[in-house]
């Protein structure tokens, strides 16, 4: 896990439109990370 304050890992991820998005492409910019669980299971 990451601590409070630390800077998150690069890692790629798909964007509204299916397209890989770079954490690191965004470095300079106010980004805010939001995880919920997937429909239908316990979280």
Same mark, same amino acid.
């Given at each position: 896990? !990451? =601590? !409070? &304050?630390? /800077? =998150?890992?690069? #890692? *790629? @991820? /798909?964007?509204?439109? &299916?397209? /890989?998005?770079? @954490? &690191?492409?965004?470095?300079?910019?106010?980004?805010? @990370? #939001? =995880? #919920?669980?997937? =429909?239908? *299971?316990?979280?």
């Amino acid at each position: 896990m !990451i =601590a !409070i &304050g630390q /800077p =998150a890992p690069d #890692f *790629t @991820l /798909p964007n509204q439109d &299916g397209e /890989p998005l770079r @954490l &690191g492409d965004l470095r300079g910019r106010v980004v805010v @990370l #939001f =995880a #919920f669980p997937k =429909a239908g *299971t316990y979280g």
